[in-house]
Nanobody
Framework: VQLQASGGGSVQSGGSLRLSCAASGVIFSINVMGWYRQAPGKQRELVAS???????NYADSVKGRFTVSRDNAKSTVYLQMNSLKPEDTAVYYC?????????WGRGTQVTVSS
């Protein structure tokens, strides 16, 4: 199983970024997909997840600003991040599994400056 995340970068507060995560080696359409993040000195936290039935879940801190979606034909999950804040600065990871997040990709850095 491979998960390749991309789309990170540096933006100013209020800006937007779109993360992508391409999966291979899994039956993507039946897996739950998730985005986690870890800021320096903090624990990794779940940002958003989307089930095979496209039910979504978000951390309270990103509700209304972030949107998770998936394209099963491309085996790719996306995280659209709008109205970014400095506290969103972290390494973002995508993860997948059938019922739990068993597989993880390498992270992509997101830096938001004030």
């Amino acid at each position: 199983v491979q998960l390749q995340a991309s789309g990170g970068g540096s933006v100013q507060s209020g800006g937007s970024l779109r993360l992508s995560c391409a999966a291979s080696g899994v039956i993507f359409s039946i897996n739950v997909m998730g985005w986690y993040r870890q800021a320096p000195g903090k624990q990794r936290e779940l940002v958003a997840s989307i089930t095979s039935g496209t039910r979504t879940n978000y951390a309270d801190s990103v509700k209304g600003r972030f949107t998770v979606s998936r394209d099963n034909a491309k085996s790719t999950v996306y995280l659209q991040m709008n109205s970014l804040k400095p506290e969103d600065t972290a390494v973002y990871y995508c993860a997948t599994g059938r019922t739990a997040f068993d597989y993880w990709g390498r992270g992509t850095q997101v830096t938001v400056s004030s």
